[in-house]
């Protein structure tokens, strides 16, 4: 297959939206993005084409091109792990047909919406850990039934009800509440740092405490702590 035109250009593009971008210097028209001896460095290709692009530990910050990266159809990976990024989570759920997303080791940061995943069906690995996200986890991340590993460890999240995985990984965030049934399969090592969980596979059991006929709701709840 023949690399379009219009993947250098978007290439291009999607450099210009960064900052302290010098670790892309090979970015240019000189060389094409996928020339055997020379290829742009962090561009991933197969048969001549853009699979996939490895931009992590680059010191990139500023901003993402998300209508870029959208402009590449075979794009089916990327990866801007140990980077500067800030800010809300981008509208990465538009490239519907990726496969792998690791935004690891950023300072992305606030919520994201509930149904943010639904249009990311193709995907099987998400890493989003070490970054400053906060609330709910997004309830669509269990309609992803092609998705293998999630990464969401040292974060801000919540816990919601999850599908099986085969790799998962919750710690150091502020979780609380029992840990569902269908995630207890999983080491303990996954879930410690969040001194409000409780239930298998932590040791940390719930003690119930019945209320006294006279005390308040808030007063029964103010003692029961799920140690």
Known sequence: MVLWASDIEALLKLKESFKDAKELDSWNLDTLPCNETNPWTG????KGI??????????????IDIFALQEIGSLRSISFMNNSFTGP????????????????DNAFSGGIKEDYFLKMESSKKLWMS????????????????????????GNQFSIPPLPALTSL?????????????????????????????YGKP??????????????????????????
Do not use: W
């Open 89 to 104: 989570i981008l509208e990465f759920n538009r490239l519907g047909t990726l496969k792998a997303l690791y935004l690891s």
């Open 50 to 63: 853009v699979y996939g692009l490895r931009l992590g530990d680059m010191g990139l910050s500023g901003s």
């Open 130 to 153: 070490d970054n400053k996200f906060t609330g709910p986890i997004p309830i669509s991340l269990a309609k992803l039934t092609n998705l293998k590993e999630l990464h969401l460890e």
């Open 43 to 46: 561009v991933i290709c197969y």
């Open 169 to 197: 990984n919750f710690s150091n965030n502020n979780l609380e509440g029992q840990i569902p049934t269908g995630l207890s399969k999983f080491n303990a090592s996954s879930f410690l740092g969040n001194a409000g969980l």
């Open 202 to 227: 932590l040791s940390v059991e719930c003690k119930v405490v019945s209320p006294t006929p006279r005390e308040s709701k808030t007063a029964y709840e103010a003692r029961h702590l799920h140690r």
